[in-house]
């Protein structure tokens, strides 16, 4: 049986969880909010960093309880009516503790939804940042919970892969799952490919020509840039870690790079309809 004690203590653990998870004071309204799309481990953190600093935004990525309405969401689409107007709530209740004009999502898990939150926030903006699948299928497996996940049965995102994935899925290697993963969080982002709110780029052009892409960007979202905004943009060069030429790779594992290539369409770069080129 449960003491008075021990009941208060609960209360203040549950009390510090809301505190640390969902700052007050509540905000109710959402100005263009801005959502950073992309695999994990394709350079969504570096480019929350840069466009956190702008004065006209405040960026909150990643946070545990909008990961859980992405698990829910995407394990179990059903819900998708009830469940994205409570992400918004979580989203503005998160913004509440600054007086920013916008807020910056970044969750690489949400451009498993892409298109229902590009039809549920009318107003808001999508960049997706999509790196060489070969590469994130290396820095994803140097990092122990992307090869948990994988390394485990049905991971959450299953039912977005196609049959016959599914059907081999227990027969492939750790590298090859990591290739499916970056497949499908491309493909799903890009559903919203078409739309004016939707900004494309490449990460390794960003790492080789980061004012330029960055500048971009600016335009696209109609913000202001800052001096911290100039200091993070002079650390991104820092970023480019070894390409997957560099590194010992089987042939089969580039055979079926190709073969999720073709697969997924993905051979097709959109980030030349999203950029004016020089």
């Known amino acids: 049986m449960i003491t008075y004690k021990q009941l208060l203590f609960k209360k203040s653990l549950l009390k510090d969880y809301i505190r640390r998870e969902i700052p007050i004071p509540f905000k109710t309204d959402l100005n263009h909010p801005i959502f950073i799309l992309g695999s994990s481990r394709s350079g969504t953190s570096i480019l929350a960093r840069v466009i956190g600093e702008s004065n006209d935004v405040c960026s909150f990525t990643e946070n545990n309880i909008v990961r859980r309405h992405m698990w829910r969401m995407v394990e179990n689409q059903k ?15 998160l913004s509440g ?10 969750t690489p898990g949400l451009s498993l939804l892409a298109k229902p939150l590009a039809n549920y926030f009318s107003d808001a903006q999508f960049i997706h940042i999509v790196r060489d699948g070969r590469d994130v299928a290396f820095s994803m497996l140097k990092h122990d919970w992307i090869a948990r996940e994988l390394q485990g049965g049905k991971v959450f995102w ?16 750790l590298w090859k799952k990591a290739i499916l ?15 004016d709110s939707y900004l494309e ?16 960007i600016l335009q696209f979202l109609n913000i202001t840039i800052s001096p911290n905004m100039e200091n993070q943009i002079d650390n991104i060069k820092y970023h480019q870690a070894k390409t997957w030429q560099e590194r010992e790779t089987e042939p089969e594992w580039i055979n079926f790079y190709y073969e999720i290539i073709e697969y997924f369409d993905l051979a097709n770069d959109k980030t030349s309809k999203a950029l004016d080129r020089r």
């Open 181 to 195: 993963r970056w497949a499908v969080y491309v493909s799903t982002a890009r559903e919203i490919s078409n739309s």
């Open 158 to 173: 299953f039912d977005l892969l196609p049959k016959t994935y599914q059907q081999d899925w227990e027969n492939l290697d």
């Open 79 to 93: 819900i998708l009516e009830t469940e994205i107007p409570e992400l918004r709530k979580t989203i503005a209740r």
């Open 201 to 216: 780029i490449n990460y390794e052009e960003l790492c080789r020509e980061p004012n330029y892409i960055i500048d971009n």
């Open 97 to 106: 503790v600054s007086q920013c004009k916008r807020v910056l999502e970044k």
